[in-house]
T-cell receptor, first 109, second 115 residues
Framework: GIQVEQSPPDLILQEGANSTLRCNFS?????LQWFHQNPWGQLINLFY???GTKQNGRLSATTVATERYSLLYISSSQTTDSGVYFC???????????FGKGTTLSVSS | GAVVSQHPSRVICKSGTSVKIECRSL??????MFWYRQFPKQSLMLMAT?????????EQGVEKDKFLINHASLTLSTLTVTSAHPEDSSFYIC???????????FGPGTRLTVL
């Protein structure tokens, strides 16, 4: 099956810093989503981005489907950005949503 | 507002008892819902796919007799953990797919602790 690898596994930032999270996947996919899991466990949709670039406030994401990777950019990080960021891809058959292991982000003031 | 709800949000039970977790799609009908389990500091692992009006499809290694799934309506799926043991303690999350945009929505999760 499709393998999804995220890097880095852990990231510690000072408030105001920028960061880039990466997601590599091993095969062609139907779609790709980025999620933020807050400290209470809720998964929040950030981007639905099978290809191209999208921006939402301080966050933006780019997926290069032909090269099988996606990047999530966080600018001017805030303490509320802390949590785990997951990348998840749907296989081409549409039968599975496969998650990476996540990047744990800690932003300190 | 929330698209998917789960109930209860947190449950503590004794070993050997059964626990039912509900997942409701609030904004749209869902013929298919998905159940995940997440252990501490790990990723989400798919347990089963819940199909309205038919039997659930279980992932390899997930006991169908232990984790009973019922998808009684287009907006409700239930997961029952039967004869729970401490190793079943985990965070259980359901997922619903929006048919219009194929976007995924997750419930807020249920934290199960088996003593």
């Amino acid at each position: 099956g499709i393998q999804v690898e995220q890097s880095p596994p852990d990231l510690i930032l000072q408030e105001g810093a920028n960061s880039t999270l990466r997601c590599n996947f091993s095969d062609s996919v139907n779609n790709l989503q980025w999620f933020h899991q807050n400290p209470w466990g809720q998964l929040i949709n950030l981007f639905y981005i099978p290809s191209g670039t999208k921006q939402n406030g301080r966050l933006s994401a780019t997926t290069v489907a032909t090269e099988r990777y996606s990047l999530l950019y966080i600018s001017s990080s805030q303490t509320t950005d802390s949590g785990v960021y997951f990348c998840a891809v749907e296989n081409q058959a549409g039968t599975a949503l496969i998650f990476g292991k996540g990047t744990t982000l800690s932003v300190s003031s | 507002g929330a698209v998917v709800s789960q109930h209860p949000s947190r449950v503590i039970c004794k070993s050997g008892t059964s626990v039912k977790i509900e997942c409701r799609s609030l904004d749209f009908q869902a013929t298919t819902m998905f159940w995940y389990r997440q252990f501490p500091k790990q990723s989400l692992m798919l347990m089963a796919t819940s199909n309205e009006g038919s039997k659930a499809t279980y992932e390899q290694g997930v006991e169908k007799d232990k984790f009973l799934i019922n998808h009684a309506s287009l907006t409700l799926s239930t997961l029952t953990v039967t004869s729970a043991h401490p190793e079943d303690s985990s965070f259980y999350i359901c997922r619903v797919t929006s048919g219009a945009y194929n976007e995924q929505f997750f419930g807020p999760g249920t934290r199960l602790t088996v003593l």
